[in-house]
């Protein structure tokens, strides 16, 4: 993988995505060649059709990675990947009709448009078929030496094991600090030169997976091989890396203190992120109030109680805030003082409720919040204070997902699906740690346009 913009991204997802920004520039000079060609126009200058091949491959490209045709089903699946892309050409060709109404110079004609659009679907499908099931090929992956054989080792293992793993490991060294859960791992013992035996196996990183540390690190042989060349790593940044949110059962203090992330060079990113949820939250506000106050008035028709509710929540640095949402549940869904965790097809929620919870229109006042500073789009989502007091004491480090300002989606909400338990909060914990971790602007708009394929493919919406 590649860090951009302190988040991971593959190899193989990197080199996919400029293949196919190339091909949609291509496809739009192969539309405009052929559409001068059909009406008889002479051929313009290269340079003075930029700004539109610009418009278009950028548009198509961002909708591509909203709906998830960089996602692993989507890289492991020809027919996955092929439903993807024509719903993610549908889309952004709704947008580019969209920047043509607001600004029509960097637009292409809808002829054009037309044409441009069928190639770009042949030609980015006609990628696909050639490269096959190359990019998901030991070619792309990291070749991988650990250091342990106990069950850190084994986890390292299991993980390997899994569709879509960017990296393969080469072998495993018990290194006699606990009994071995690996078994075909070889002992430190065996190997006379460690550096000689990591450069013949081809690693291009070590991992340190040892069940204890204390007295235990092999720094000559660590030292040796990194003066090879060769990366050396901890499990902790590992499995960062690798499944992209921070493993709470390697994890401990120190690594959070020293390792790089919660950076306060994001002052001037967090101000930028500030103005954008006052203006496209006074945006939301004003074009869907029409449809927040028709789904409030159903919410009446179709049961006793008020439209909207408050409910308290968590906010930054553990302050407690008030959320506004359209009404779901019954007047009656909890006792006074009794939260309760919501539950696959839930019998308190109304029928219109469920409808608008499927559509996530429920979710629309929530921008009032965001209008007022107490919330971000994106960010951690609240959590009820009882529900906090709770996880605080059962999971280590949840005040710290506190530490950054809560959203409407997050990073655990577009790669975890919905869960209403102990052990669901333990893994959405890890994503917005992973999140407060490694904040960036980039990251921000990666969780905005992924959060378009949730709400097209709603996973446990409740």
Do not use: C
């Amino acid at each position: 993988m590649i860090r951009l913009f302190k988040h991971y991204v593959p190899h193989t997802v990197l080199l996919l995505g400029l293949i196919d920004f190339a091909v949609l520039v291509l496809a739009v000079e192969a539309g405009w060649l052929l559409r001068s060609w059909q009406i008889g126009a002479g051929i313009e200058l290269l340079s003075g059709r930029v700004p539109e091949m610009l418009t278009f491959a950028l548009t198509l490209q961002l909708a591509m990675v909203g709906v998830g045709v960089y996602g692993l089903e989507a890289l492991r699946s020809m027919r996955f990947a092929v439903a993807r892309l024509v719903v993610s050409i549908s889309l952004g060709v709704l947008l580019l009709s969209l920047i043509f109404f607001l600004v029509p110079a960097i637009t292409l004609w809808r002829s054009n448009l037309l044409y441009a659009m069928l190639f770009s679907l042949l030609g980015l499908t006609l990628v696909r078929v050639l490269l096959g099931h190359s990019l998901d090929g030991e070619a792309f992956k990291r070749r991988v030496l650990i250091l342990g054989a106990g069950p850190r080792a084994a986890r390292v293992e299991e993980l390997a094991r899994r569709n879509g793993a960017s990296f393969t490991v080469v072998g495993y060294l018990s290194m006699n600090d606990a009994p071995s859960a690996v078994a075909h791992a070889v002992n430190r013992g065996s190997i006379a030169n460690l550096a000689d035996y990591v450069v013949r196996l081809r690693a291009s990183e070590v991992v340190l997976a040892l069940e204890e540390r204390r007295n235990a690190l092999p720094l000559t042989d660590l030292l040796r091989i990194k003066t090879t060349g060769v990366f050396v790593n901890d499990l902790s940044s590992f499995l960062e890396r690798e499944t992209g949110r921070v493993d709470l059962d390697s994890l401990n203090p120190s690594w959070l203190i020293f390792s790089d992330g919660f950076s306060s060079g994001r002052r001037l990113s967090s101000a930028g992120k500030r103005l954008f949820d006052i203006v496209v939250s006074a945006i939301i506000l004003f074009l869907a109030a029409p449809l927040i106050a028709l789904a409030a008035l159903m919410v009446k028709l179709d049961s006793k109680g008020p439209a909207f509710f408050r409910q308290r929540r968590v906010g930054l640095y553990g302050q407690h805030f008030d959320m506004l949402k359209l009404r779901s549940m019954r007047v009656d869904a909890e006792a006074p003082g009794v939260p309760l965790w919501a539950q696959k097809d839930d019998p308190r929620v109304t029928r219109i409720g469920a409808i608008l919870r499927k559509l996530r229109i429920d979710e629309l006042p929530q921008t009032w919040s965001v209008l007022k500073g107490e919330m971000s789009f994106v960010g951690p989502r609240p959590e009820r204070p009882q529900f906090v007091t709770d996880l605080e004491a059962q999971l280590p480090y949840y005040a710290e997902r506190h530490m950054v300002k809560p959203g409407i989606t997050g990073w655990a909400q577009i790669n975890y699906p919905y869960g209403a338990s102990i052990e669901d909060a333990r893994h959405k914990l890890e994503y917005d740690l992973y999140y407060a971790k490694n904040y960036s602007p980039f990251l921000d708009l990666l969780i905005l346009l992924q959060t378009i394929r949730v709400v097209l493919w709603p996973e446990g919406a409740r």
